[in-house]
């Protein structure tokens, strides 16, 4: 490689260097070699050649008119790099040198080739970024006039749109982007005056808007902005330019200092009042890229201003407003199905949400006026959002894709919430709804308009009124027809599903109306057997069974045969018998003492007699060769699933006090040693064996004191399994059911179970802690939730802290965010008890250095920068407990050279020790210089030249 000492940046190198061959060969090989592995190995390496310092001699010499397109391009990418990323490499001697070496090149491409221009226009808009900051604080004029004289307006635009772009892509510090604003806003004024008289010429026109655009990032001026906001409007009808205008007056609008020029604004919002005729145009011929456009004008105005708009006192202005609201309420029901044939009247719904906030938010007497000047835009409303969620036909949803349908129903989702909301304040929205459902029973109706007001009805059931009101006794009658009603609905799946789902919406409404109660219940019972609509017979089951437990207690054994039927039909899916047996282990907690062990053995006969068969049965072995025993051992699996949720349901369905909670103690007597057997055949099952903690968590939880027994038995069963399986879900389950539990009560035994999870964590860790994740993360929960239960388990010398806290030192620079969430949360709560324990100082003292030297090696570049942040709230802590020592550590580690990389001076590094040890009472003070420092360390230190 030739050597670039006796070169300054600005020069190129000699025509016979061979690294400049070396550079053509790997530019070739990305472009030409067929083989996608030496593309890969090329474009590393041409990476990597960006770093060194040569790249500033070679990218000039690229960038010569004989050099291929494809080496001008890295030759541009070279020096564009160097400049946004190796800005302080750059004495300030040499400055002048490159600015007229570099605006040289950009004028002798102004005419192409295009792909070299624009990456040399992105060099020198990152080169006016940092010199504005320094050396060249005019910047921006300065380029403005030197390009236009030059003859590169064109070129002189698209380095202005770059400006902001590359202000937001280049990681420059808090001070840093505070000196940029201000100067680009000292010269915003030269800027528009530019784009102004750019704009008379039909080629510039198009990017003119994009530098309009693009300055939104520095906030232009709204005075100095109305003439070009003007010309906007009236190029509005160009199709070339409409999109663009649309964008420029959209992010224009979004500006917060707009709300200071309300006479302003009033002016805009009368230009956009005038694009009524145009949206109507361009519904009535479904130009959707119009009618999408105007939509986000009108949403710019409505979002921003909704203040402004509500409270004003002028005729013309409340006409306009009314012409605003009209306009978003035709984007908002605009024809066709979303997201087919349109896809943008989703946005508008956010809208109703927020003017209906803001009018219930004004003044009692404000908001009764303008609710009753708005009460006939919302029943329009609905009544548009109506026929929105009405799905098409049969064929035509067989012809969607699986997302079009997840996107129709989540439109249908966030139409229900807005429903929901508009009616908890324009009661008169119930009506819309009673007449349209009226209307479906006078009439033969399209099964999907049946369904959509069933799915209204549904969506608003959580401010059905009671019956004190006529209009709640109105509305009552129509719940009670519509429930009444369902049995005689129109056969259609979708008909039905909505129904069923719509007797769980208004389980609250039937608990205080327990004559409509069995009728819904026999609706939803009838249908759990059907494959199609179990799921939702099943929800709405649970729903009901939730707030009416009392009032179906004393007809447990009508619900228990329809049970029977699902539980033995193969055909329904293993969750939806999990759930409608837990529904049914809720009521039985209604149930009289004497009679809830007669209901749990009917309920769980059957599952116990299973999982007795299931384990006597073999390990199981999946035989890939055999086809037949493969397909057993997976049925035994889903049978051992079933079961397992079906004996975890009574633990968690059935709330008793412990007293009364002997017939859930015999059920695990029954279950103890199949239970145990399982543990054993199916630990290679994760899955399985996730299940079965969560059957032991429940029933500790349920049992109480009855469960004590089986501790000692579960803990050294559980840590058996660990040892021959490690399993996230058994740490996870030692933490929530036992430790948080028993620590207190059983210290001894919990502090064994502690240390051998620990033991077998450690071997695990010693061969690839970075393979588990979930491991490390679940690792230190369970250790973080001993030192907060019971500190002085961990204070014993058997709990080997100083293994735990190696182990945490590791983990930090794991790549995994919640993992060192986690393990930085309990390095905090540790060293929290220094001053506490022993145990915990002599752990802490024996490896400070070690701790000190990992967290600033995480804190430089080891660590995900997105994970900077719990890494620096251990600094807290340890500036509390031993601040002299940190200080001295922090100085002595960081003196190593290149430490923690080599982006780092000797001075930052000082700088950043007496930083952390002056604000050592100031948590957030701290955080913000520990992400300065870690971007200094990865590189992004952009504060002036040397």
Not at 754 to 760: C, F, V
Request: with cysteine; proline share 5%; glycine share 4%.
């Amino acid at each position: 490689m030739a050597c670039a000492d006796d070169l300054q940046p600005w020069q190129q190198l000699p025509a016979n260097t061979p690294y400049l061959n070396e550079i053509k060969e790997a530019i070739d090989a990305l472009y030409k070699h067929p083989d996608k592995n030496v593309r890969s190995q090329a474009e590393t390496w041409l990476l990597q050649q960006q770093n060194l310092p040569i790249s500033w001699q070679a990218g000039w010499t690229l960038l010569q008119p004989d050099k291929s397109v494809e080496e001008q391009y890295f030759g541009a990418h070279f020096i564009h790099h160097k400049i946004s990323q190796c800005w302080n490499t750059i004495n300030i001697e040499h400055f002048q040198n490159l600015l007229q070496v570099l605006f040289q090149k950009l004028i002798d491409y102004r005419k192409g080739p295009t792909i070299v221009r624009t990456r040399l226009s992105v060099a020198v808009a990152a080169f006016i970024l940092h010199a504005m900051q320094g050396p060249w604080p005019g910047a921006i004029g300065h380029t403005i006039k030197y390009l236009k004289a030059q003859g590169g307006m064109e070129i002189a635009l698209q380095v202005l749109v770059l400006i902001p772009e590359e202000f937001t892509s280049i990681t420059f510090t808090a001070q840093s982007k505070s000196i940029i604003r201000c100067q680009a806003k000292a010269a915003v004024s030269e800027v528009l005056e530019f784009i102004l008289e750019c704009l008379t010429v039909q080629s510039y026109k198009e990017v003119s808007l994009k530098v309009f655009n693009s300055w939104v990032t520095f906030e232009l001026p709204v005075q100095e902005s109305a003439l070009l906001v003007d010309k906007m409007f009236e190029d509005l009808q160009d199709p070339v330019l409409f999109d663009i205008i649309v964008d420029c007056l959209v992010n224009f609008l979004r500006q917060p200092i707009t709300l200071s020029y309300p006479n302003t604004v009033w002016d805009i919002i009368a230009k956009v009042a005038q694009l009524q005729p145009m949206l109507g145009q361009a519904l009535q011929s479904d130009d959707m890229g119009i009618c999408q456009g105007i939509c986000q004008i009108l949403l710019a105005i409505t979002d921003t201003y909704t203040k402004l708009l509500l409270n004003t006192s002028r005729p013309d202005r409340i006409s306009l407003v009314s012409c605003l609201i009209g306009m978003v309420l035709e984007c908002t029901g605009v024809p066709g199905h979303f997201p087919i044939e349109e896809n943008f009247s989703d946005t508008t719904l956010q809208f109703w949400f927020n003017f209906g906030d803001d009018i219930i938010s004004e003044e009692a007497d404000h908001s009764k006026r303008l609710l009753s000047m708005y009460s006939c835009v919302f029943r329009k409303l609905v009544e548009v959002l109506l026929r929105k969620i009405m799905y098409p036909s049969d064929d035509a949803w067989q012809s969607w894709s699986d997302d079009q349908r997840t996107e129709f129903e989540n439109y249908r989702k966030e139409v229900g919430d807005t429903i929901l909301y508009i009616q908890s304040f324009v009661p008169d929205c119930m009506t819309v709804l009673i007449q349209e459902y009226l209307t479906c029973q006078s009439r033969n109706t399209s099964w999907q308009k049946i369904e959509a007001t069933l799915f209204m009805f549904r969506s608003v059931a959580e401010t059905v009124y009671d019956e004190s009101t006529s209009e709640g006794n109105t509305t009552g009658q129509i719940i009670s027809t519509v429930i009444e009603s369902l049995p005689s609905l129109p056969s259609h799946p979708k008909i039905s599903r909505t129904a069923l789902l719509l007797c769980g919406a208004y389980s609250e409404w039937l608990r205080n109306h327990p004559e409509r109660l069995f009728p819904a219940v026999k609706v939803l019972l009838s249908n759990v057997n059907d494959v199609a609509l179990a799921p939702s017979a099943v929800m709405a089951f649970r729903d009901l069974c939730i707030e009416c437990t009392e009032i179906l207690a004393p007809e447990i054994e009508l619900l228990l045969e329809p049970f029977f039927t699902v539980y033995q039909n193969s055909n329904i899916k293993n969750r939806e018998k999990i759930r409608l047996c837990w529904s049914l282990c809720t009521i039985c907690s209604q149930v009289p003492p004497e009679k809830l062990a007669k209901y749990l053995s009917s309920l769980l006969s059957p599952s116990c007699a299973r999982i007795k068969e299931l384990s006597l049965k073999q390990a199981p072995c999946f035989d890939t060769s055999d086809t037949c025993k493969c397909q057993a051992v997976k049925e035994d699996q889903s049978s051992v699933k079933l079961e397992l949720g079906m004996i975890n349901s009574a633990f968690h369905g059935v709330s008793v006090p412990h007293t009364a909670a002997q017939p859930l103690l015999e059920l695990l007597q029954e279950v103890w040693d199949p239970l145990k057997a399982i543990l054993v055949l199916w630990s290679t099952d994760e899955v399985i064996i996730d299940e079965l903690t969560k059957c032991y968590w429940h029933a500790i939880n349920t049992l109480g004191p009855l469960f004590d027994p089986y501790i000692e038995p579960l803990v050294d069963m559980l840590c058996q399994c660990y040892e021959k399986h490690q399993y996230a879900c058994l740490l996870e389950s030692c933490a929530q059911g036992l430790l948080n539990i028993y620590s207190s009560e059983k210290p001894d035994l919990i502090a064994g179970m502690l240390q051998r999870l620990s033991n077998t964590t450690f071997l695990l860790f010693s061969r690839a802690m970075s393979d588990h994740p979930d491991i490390v993360q679940a690792f230190f929960s369970l250790h973080l939730c001993a030192l907060r239960a019971q500190p002085q388990i961990v204070y014993r010398r058997e709990s080997n802290c100083k293994a735990v806290l190696r182990a945490a030192m590791t983990a930090i620079t794991m790549q995994e965010y919640h993992t060192v969430k986690e393990v930085s949360r309990w390095l905090v709560e540790f060293i929290g008890h220094y001053p506490s324990s022993n145990t915990v100082e002599e752990a802490i003292a024996s490896q400070f250095t070690f701790l000190i030297t990992e967290l600033l090696r995480g804190i430089g570049t080891a660590s995900p920068s997105s994970t900077v942040e719990f890494l620096g709230d251990l600094f807290n802590p340890l500036c509390r407990m031993c601040p002299d020592q940190l200080g001295e550590t922090l100085r002595a580690t960081l003196a190593t050279e290149n430490f923690p990389t080599k982006y780092i001076s000797r001075d930052s590094k000082e700088t950043f020790v007496q930083s952390v040890l002056k604000s050592s009472h100031q948590k957030r003070r701290l955080k913000v210089i520990i992400k300065e420092f870690s971007l200094e360390c990865r590189g992004y230190n952009n504060r002036s030249i040397r």
